[in-house]
């Protein structure tokens, strides 16, 4: 749910980043950092967690998407933004391969595609909503305050998951 509102609140807001980090001309990065990081931690954090269980990849995961909303956050220039972007797809990408790993090893066959459904389905609330709130924030607060604003919610994140994902057993 809040890498789908993180990556859905940047479309809304990104001509405002760009625009004050004076990087209109670098734009499109924003968004390939993104999904570069995303596909690199999708395939070395998903292979991690299949060899040693979901917890700590999704841990090191969480941390980096943490670390790169605080990097975003906090840019003083463009460049720094998009390392940010880069650093929340990484960690973005490992907890999505934990995800389907967990939900693969921690539900039987009957009830697996119930639960991908449902995961499928943390897109839409942040589709209906996220960008009217990412704007609103935007307005109300700055830019950053999207960003720095997931952080508590991280936390909550990591304390509802990690209890269950140490129990689901790794592959060897």
């Known amino acids: 749910l809040i890498i789908a509102f993180e990556s859905l609140a940047v479309a809304t807001i990104l001509p405002q980043v760009a625009s004050e980090l004076n990087g209109l001309k670098v734009y499109g990065w924003s968004f390939s950092a993104f999904f570069v990081g995303f596909m690199i931690a999708t395939v070395g954090l998903g292979s991690w ?17 943490a670390a790169g909303l605080l990097l975003a956050g906090l840019a003083p220039s463009m460049a720094v933004f998009i390392a940010g972007r880069a650093v929340q797809g990484f960690g973005g990408g490992g907890v999505v391969a934990v995800a389907y790993l967990a939900i693969n090893k921690g539900f039987p066959d009957e009830l697996r595609a119930r639960v991908l459904a449902l995961m499928s389905s943390a897109w839409v609330l942040p589709g209906l909503i996220g960008p009217s709130l990412a704007s609103g924030l935007a307005v109300w607060l700055s ?14 994140a990591v304390m509802l998951t990690v209890p269950a994902l140490r129990r689901v057993a790794s592959s060897g």
Not at 49 to 65: E, H, M, N, Q, T
Not at 143 to 156: A, N, Q, Y
């Open 49 to 65: 967690a299949d060899r040693s269980g979901p917890a700590k990849p999704y841990l090191s995961a969480i941390v980096f998407f």
């Open 143 to 156: 830019w950053r305050g999207v960003f720095l604003g997931l952080l508590p919610l991280v936390l909550l």
